[in-house]
Antibody
Framework: QLQLQESGPGLVKPSETLSLTCTVS??????????WGWIRQPPGKGLEWIGS???????YYNPSLKSRVTISVDTSKNQFSLKLSSVTAADTAVYYC??????????WGQGTLVTVSS | DIVMTQTPLSSPVTLGQPASISCRSS???????????LSWLQQRPGQPPRLLIY???NRFSGVPDRFSGSGAGTDFTLKISRVEAEDVGVYYC????????FGPGTKVDIK
């Protein structure tokens, strides 16, 4: 059974870099059938794609965040990671990692709340 | 970007009664491969979203058959034939034809 688990600091200071890692278990991140992505949800609000990565390293980023986002993959650890630079309070959100198949985003992590505050 | 809209944004329903949510995209969701990548997600309170319906009308693994999807082009509908207490939550339509965007969500709760 596929599982995704986010990890990283729950509190980040303004202007610093938010860093999260998603560990995939029960399946290989190197499968050619999937993209692996990050989606966020500000408290009480809707969902926003941040970006995604293929096992080969090719990426897609939301244009509105592109200048601040880096997503990377470590196939040896079955993990992928998110870095979001120059954060502000507007980046406070629950961050989800997810798997995107050819049909849809079909598996989600439980999510991790990241608060941007001094 | 493709913009997704949903109506209503809030839907109080009576247990055992049907519910319906509409979703509209700002442009056709028909992909060049002929598929329409419109999905529906359910997010129960305090939970991550989960996939209910993919490619307009296909129920994902484990999804009860009281959930159904329909539509084409730019207009889509999610129907719950008989609402149960566990169906309370927020429902999102989402498209994957042109990367990915989400609708604003429709909150379903019990009257």
């Amino acid at each position: 059974q596929l599982q995704l688990q986010e990890s990283g600091p729950g509190l980040v200071k303004p202007s610093e870099t938010l860093s999260l890692t998603c560990t995939v278990s029960g399946g290989s991140i190197s499968s050619s059938s999937y993209y692996w992505g990050w989606i966020r949800q500000p408290p009480g609000k809707g969902l926003e794609w941040i970006g995604s990565i293929y096992y080969s390293g090719s990426t897609y980023y939301n244009p509105s965040l592109k200048s601040r986002v880096t997503i990377s993959v470590d196939t040896s650890k079955n993990q992928f990671s998110l870095k979001l630079s120059s954060v502000t309070a507007a980046d406070t959100a629950v961050y989800y990692c997810a798997r995107r198949s050819s049909i849809a985003v079909d598996h989600w992590g439980q999510g991790t709340l990241v608060t941007v505050s001094s | 970007d493709i913009v997704m809209t949903q109506t209503p944004l809030s839907s109080p329903v009576t247990l055992g009664q049907p519910a319906s949510i509409s979703c509209r995209s700002s442009q056709s969701l028909v992909h060049s491969d002929g598929n329409t990548y419109l999905s529906w997600l359910q997010q129960r309170p305090g939970q991550p979203p989960r996939l209910l319906i993919y490619k307009i009308s296909n129920r994902f693994s484990g999804v009860p058959d009281r959930f159904s999807g329909s539509g084409a082009g730019t207009d889509f509908t999610l129907k719950i034939s008989r609402v149960e207490a566990e169906d309370v939550g927020v429902y999102y339509c989402t498209q994957a034809t042109q990367w990915g965007t989400f609708g604003p969500g429709t909150k379903v709760d019990i009257k």
